[in-house]
């Protein structure tokens, strides 16, 4: 593989349901990112992480967890589905170290709705 | 807060020049950076501006100019397949990414 993969591409979901969204990717970098698309709002950063080992809470993190066990994998893990969280979630990485320009690749995405 | 603005939808004619115009207030300025994002598709890199005046790049061109907070995306010689959403990110004295709402750009033949 070349980049970032996400899966599923998407998800019907039960309100109350557990469902992890996997993310990989293979460029090395050391930062990654969770964000969520709904229209009208732009993106929104839901958690990242600087490193392996570390992660952090962006600005919409209630309701969602995530680890970051190695360099390539940042699984979101939502615990219990609610209907507000039917979104597009799009998963980014970056070369965040020091003279890199931080550019965010990002995956395909995943469409999750939840009923 | 931190506030990122650019216009909700513009049109253009296949074949002209369109600017589009993002203007922001961050704490703090690490980079600007502008994406292309087709419909149902993810955001792609498009440029990246630290330093004040314009990066040209093919038909794109990306100007800063950091005293006004102030950035806009050129795209000349319009294609069919420019009709896209742009989205202008800062990256704010956290280095965190501060994303505006996005552009749609609707091209007419």
């Known amino acids: 593989i070349a980049g970032i993969t996400q899966a599923p591409t998407s998800q019907i979901l039960a309100a109350g349901r557990r469902m992890t969204l996997r993310c990989t990717q293979d460029m090395r970098h050391n930062a990654m990112y969770w964000y969520r698309q709904d229209l009208g709002l732009g993106l929104r950063l839901i958690h990242y992480s600087n490193t392996a080992g570390t992660t952090g809470k962006g600005e919409v993190p209630d309701g969602y967890s995530v680890s970051r066990a190695n360099t390539d994998d940042f699984p979101l893990t939502l615990a219990s589905a609610v209907p507000s969280q039917t979104s597009v979630y799009f998963c980014?990485?970056?070369?965040?170290?020091?003279?890199?320009?931080?550019?965010?690749?990002f995956g395909p995405g995943t469409r999750l709705t939840v009923l | 807060g931190q506030n990122i603005d650019q216009p909700t939808e513009m049109t253009a004619t296949e074949g002209a020049i369109v600017q589009i115009n993002c203007t922001y207030q961050?704490?703090?300025?690490?980079?600007l950076f502008w994406y292309q994002q087709h419909a149902g598709e993810a955001p792609t890199f498009l440029s990246y501006?630290?330093l004040d005046g314009l990066e040209e790049k093919g038909r794109f061109s990306s100007f800063l100019s950091r005293s006004k907070g102030y950035s806009y995306l050129l795209l000349k010689e319009l294609q069919m397949k420019d009709s896209a959403s742009y989205l202008c990110?800062?990256?704010?004295?956290?280095?965190?990414?501060?994303w505006g709402a996005g552009t749609k750009l609707i091209i007419k033949p």
């Open positions: 501006n630290v």
């Open positions: 980014a990485s970056s070369d965040s170290l020091a003279g890199s320009t931080d550019t965010q690749y």
């Open positions: 961050t704490s703090g300025f690490n980079g």
């Open positions: 990110a800062v990256l704010d004295s956290n280095y965190q990414l501060i």
